[in-house]
């Protein structure tokens, strides 16, 4: 199972908006309306941002959103705030198993 | 409040083997499936087991079957991996996390560092 991939960085200024792309294939992310999003800071564990493609758990921000086109999925961050500086990994189910993507390096400028 | 804390890690040569544990508290354990997930030094995160509630079924990637295995003691709340015939390139935090259905994964350990050399 070949990785997700995702743009390496994705960069905006406060307030704006920045769109992360996670690109699969039909075995994975255009199979099923299982892509996940997880943020993660420096030294810190992963934290689930998005589920089921547009999803979000009790106390996450609606600032998140997530979409889903074909094998392509997708997290916009809205209204960016400067503890949004992170790292963004997407996942996705793959029929018995789980494929994780590249990870993105979002930068608030 | 839910707590994953894994023990176990450490500094292990080619070929060796290592027991990972994850201890559980703050949710009913044997009602979720549960996972690792492991994240190398250059920073890619890889799924690498799952396991039912009741501990019957498993689940691993191809790349991996064979060396690794998973358990759980539901009446420890704990999960086990057991990782055989290490490689270097099996070097990586290793997390426990709980799954919440669609391989999602709602809540993560602090991790516990494997590091595979001679």
């Known amino acids: 199972q070949s990785a997700l991939t995702q743009p390496p960085s994705a960069s905006g200024s406060p307030g704006q908006s920045v769109t992360i792309s996670c690109t699969g294939t039909?075995?994975?992310?255009?199979?099923?309306?299982?892509v996940s999003w997880y943020q993660q800071h420096p030294g810190k564990a992963p934290k689930l941002m998005i589920y089921?493609?547009?999803e979000r758990p009790s106390g996450v921000p609606d600032r998140f959103s997530g979409s889903k086109s074909g094998n392509t999925a997708s997290l916009t961050v809205s209204g960016l705030q400067a503890e949004d500086e992170a790292d963004y990994y997407c996942?996705?189910?793959?029929?018995?198993?789980?494929?994780f993507g590249t990870g993105t390096k979002v930068t608030v400028l | 409040e839910v707590q994953l804390v894994e023990s176990g890690g450490g500094l292990i040569q080619p070929g060796g083997s290592l027991r990972l544990s994850c201890v559980a508290s703050?949710?009913?354990?044997?009602?979720?499936?549960m996972n690792w997930v492991r994240q190398t030094p250059g920073k890619h995160l890889e799924w690498v087991s799952g396991?039912?509630?009741?501990?019957?079924?498993?689940y691993y990637p191809d790349s991996l079957k064979g060396r690794f295995t998973i358990s759980r003691d539901n009446s420890k709340n704990t999960v086990y991996l057991q990782a055989n015939s290490l490689r270097a390139e099996d070097t990586a935090v290793y997390f426990c996390?709980?799954?919440?259905?669609?391989?999602?994964?709602?809540?993560w350990g602090q991790g516990t560092m494997v590091t595979v050399s001679s």
């Open positions: 996390a709980k799954g919440r259905g669609g391989a999602a994964f709602d809540a």
């Open positions: 703050g949710f009913t354990f044997n009602n979720y499936n």
């Open positions: 396991i039912g509630p009741a501990g019957y079924t498993t």
């Open positions: 039909s075995s994975d992310v255009g199979a099923y309306n299982y």
């Open positions: 089921e493609v547009n």
């Open positions: 996942s996705s189910h793959a029929g018995s198993s789980a494929v």
